[in-house]
Nanobody, 129 residues
Framework: QVQLVESGGGSVQAGGSLRLSCAAS????????MGWFRQAPGKEREGVAV????????YYADAVKGRFTISRDNAKNTLYLQMNSLKPEDTAMYYC??????????????????????WGQGTQVTVSS
């Protein structure tokens, strides 16, 4: 069965950096679209970054463009999110997700919570000012 396990969260001051990892197992990792989502208290879960199975194409939410980098190592079945220049508004639970498709029928990135079928348990990121 599909298993996704996040790690690397923690507390950091504004301007700092963190690197999240997601270890995947139970499926052919290199065949799947992977994404990072986050959910702050009282808010909906939102897509942060998504990466194509081969790693050649990526999507970023406007709020993190230029600060976050998503990457994957298909040999290690691991997904990463490098987060730089962190802001207090980045504080949230961060989730790793997997699904078969990155792109929808209309040619747009699939970035909503309902677009992904497999989820990890999350790792907390807290950024203080």
């Amino acid at each position: 069965q599909v298993q996704l396990v996040e790690s690397g969260g923690g507390s950091v001051q504004a301007g700092g950096s963190l690197r999240l990892s997601c270890a995947a197992s139970g499926y052919t990792y290199s065949d799947y679209c992977m994404g990072w989502f986050r959910q702050a208290p009282g808010k909906e879960r939102e897509g942060v970054a998504v990466i194509h199975p081969g790693g050649g194409s990526t999507y970023y939410a406007d709020a993190v463009k230029g600060r976050f980098t998503i990457s994957r190592d298909n040999a290690k079945n691991t997904l990463y999110l490098q987060m730089n220049s962190l802001k207090p508004e980045d504080t949230a639970m961060y989730y790793c997700a997997a699904d078969s498709w990155c792109i929808g029928p209309g040619g747009s990135w699939r970035i909503r919570q309902r677009d992904f079928g497999y989820w990890g348990q999350g790792t907390q990121v807290t950024v203080s000012s």
